[in-house]
């Protein structure tokens, strides 16, 4: 089986969605099923303003259509709502083809951070038009309980909860070095893994008082000014890979200021590698953590004082977190996702099967009433 999945969010990009993706991608295709990617590669592009490493490709129809035709897929997934996403949703509805879709960023919450412009514009409008973008959707997929009922709440109709997984063979403690102290960096090491971008709340977390050491890994639009107003905090730019689970590991909390991401795949990872988050009791962490395990150990302290938060992280048990995230798999997330997408596509062709015999028969009975006149 072949699935093709738009999105305007791929390689070289490092966020949560293209890790999502290329994860799924792989386990899928141990599973007998091939993800392909139709996504800004071979376009041309233009740099999204603000956000110039996201490049928002240049489409016409008649480039989507062949590459629908290409693809001779069994299922499509629309995975974002940008130029690639709106493409493809555009020729699906002509053609009369079921699609999934997924939702992964709260542009309301995040076009509200950064343009001084009414609530109605940056707020009401936005989820109307999310609204619009995903109605036709034969499933929307969540990657939380709390982010599925708020769309339902909203009036999106057909959301599913999609969660999340984590590599637990690339993340986990033993990587552990000694990158940190090979530095000179004070412990305790309070560390922030993302894009270092206005939405992600980062300055509650560098404005904090805390003892040790904060290391700020990712880059994004907000990182000169940033690290311009807390000379004290380390910003060490993007990594990737063994580098990246070794600073995880060698960290001693992972802290995530955010209130505005859907899931936060660097909870898990920073899980995985057996370090304990602090987190304000926003929804994404909420709902991938929680206060507890089912026994009782909790994995992070979430508290509108980040800061206490923070220092009682300090004290909770690394082997607890590890054991929560080795639960969450890619393949489980992956599984999910192909069922998720293939029940929507057959859903929906169902009911249009039906609707078209209603409509046959009613146009027959109608016809011999004709007749019979």
């Known amino acids: 089986m072949k699935i093709l999945v738009a999105t305007d969010a791929w390689h070289p990009q490092v966020n949560g969605v293209v890790r999502t993706l290329s994860q799924v991608a792989h386990e899928a ?12 590669q071979g376009f041309w592009t233009l740099p999204m303003p603000g956000y110039a490493e996201i490049r928002l490709a240049l489409t016409g129809p008649g480039d989507i259509e062949r590459r629908l035709d290409q693809a001779r897929a069994d299922c499509v997934h629309i995975a974002t709502e940008g130029p690639i996403g709106h493409a493809v949703r555009r ?7 079921p699609f999934t879709t997924s939702f992964h960023t709260r542009f309301p919450d995040y076009l509200a951070e950064r343009l001084p412009l009414p609530q109605r514009w940056t707020t009401d409008l936005t ?12 499933a929307v997929l969540a990657a939380t309980p709390t982010l599925q009922q708020e769309l339902t709440g909203r009036g999106f109709k057909n959301v599913k909860l999609w ?20 530095r000179d960096l004070p412990r305790p090491v309070f560390l922030t893994v993302g894009r270092v971008a206005v939405e992600k709340n980062l300055e509650e977390f560098l404005k904090l008082d805390l003892p040790g050491t904060k290391l700020i890994v990712g880059d994004g639009p907000a990182r000169e ?10 910003f060490v730019g993007a990594k990737q890979g063994e580098d990246l689970a070794a600073i995880y590991a060698s ?10 991401d859907t899931f936060g795949l660097v909870l898990l990872e920073a899980l995985a590698s057996g370090v304990p988050v602090a987190a304000f009791p926003a929804a994404a962490p909420r709902d991938v953590i929680g206060q507890n395990l089912p026994g009782g150990a909790p994995v992070g302290k979430l508290d509108e004082d980040l800061r206490r938060a923070c220092l009682e992280a300090l004290e909770l048990d690394r082997d607890a977190c590890r054991q929560f995230a080795e639960r ?5 997330c992956a599984q999910t996702f192909l069922d998720l ?15 078209e015999r209603l409509k046959s028969l009613f146009l027959n009975a109608r016809q011999r009433r004709h007749a019979t006149r």
Not at 225 to 234: C, E, G, V
């Open 91 to 97: 020729v699906c509805i002509k053609r009369g083809m």
């Open 341 to 355: 997408v293939t029940e929507g596509a057959r859903a929906w062709r169902e009911k249009r099967t039906r609707a």
């Open 29 to 40: 295709h141990a599973l007998g099923t091939n993800l392909e990617f139709l996504s800004p």
């Open 163 to 182: 969660s999340r997984g984590v590599d637990a063979q690339l993340f986990r403690p033993e990587r552990r070095a000694d990158l940190i102290d090979s």
């Open 225 to 234: 000014q940033l690290s311009k107003a807390y000379p004290d905090a380390f």
């Open 251 to 260: 960290a001693d909390v992972f802290v995530f200021p955010s209130r505005t």
């Open 127 to 138: 989820w109307a038009w999310l609204r619009r973008f995903h109605a036709p959707s034969a």
């Open 328 to 332: 969450l798999t890619w393949q489980a």
